[in-house]
């Protein structure tokens, strides 16, 4: 069984109350000081810990990130040992999220939003960031395209990649969980076509 969120050690609790606050909230809507009551931690254990705000949405989103795809790599997995039919499995995976209790978007995807300036897109950590998670997502899903004999296993990443932010974007702004009955069509279409 896993501690309690106030038995956890500080650093961790603001960790936590900032996973939370920054993916349902919003990063700019989220003050500090929001952040360490909610915690029951102090500014020193905050500043001490992670120097900064940015620093500490640094560590959240790194944090999101490696939780997601961890959950997000399994859930496909499981779909069997055939690498087509994980393919298959990624809008069912999709699904899982969404029905759950903490589905708020893609965090990067939210970061990213609010730090845009313009056409050139804000924060270099922050695209260096989300660069690294979508690289890591590519990589994996280009890995199962290999495995089930797809000509261009890169681009068929990349496909579904577009098809799962895609996805990802219209429940955010929907809710509507149909929007995932349509991807997996267009994922049918995709595999079928890669």
């Known amino acids: 069984m896993a501690p309690s969120p106030r038995r956890a050690p500080p650093h961790e609790r603001i960790i936590e109350v900032a996973r939370d606050l920054f993916c349902r909230d919003g990063i700019h ?4 000081d929001r952040i360490l009551a909610e915690a029951g931690a102090s500014k020193m254990t905050l500043y001490g810990r ?16 490696a939780e997601w795809r961890a959950t997000f790599f399994a859930l496909v997995e499981a779909a069997g040992p055939d690498p087509t039919s994980q393919l298959r499995a990624t809008i069912p995976a999709l699904r899982s999220w969404f029905e759950g209790a903490r589905f708020y978007g893609c965090p990067f995807m939210n970061a990213a939003a609010e730090h845009s300036k313009g056409r050139s897109g804000g924060e270099p950590w922050l695209r260096e960031m989300t660069a690294q998670h979508h690289a890591a997502v590519i990589a994996f899903l280009a890995g199962l395209a290999q495995a089930a004999g797809y000509a261009e296993p890169r681009m068929l990443a990349r ?15 929907s809710g509507d969980e149909g929007v995932l009955d349509v991807a997996a069509r267009n994922l049918q279409a995709v595999l079928r076509t890669g």
């Open 159 to 173: 496909q579904i990649l577009l098809l799962l932010d895609g996805a990802i974007a219209a429940l955010m702004v």
């Open 50 to 65: 992670f120097g900064s705000k940015e620093a500490l949405v640094r560590e959240v989103l790194a944090r999101e990130g």
């Open 29 to 32: 809507a989220t003050g500090i």
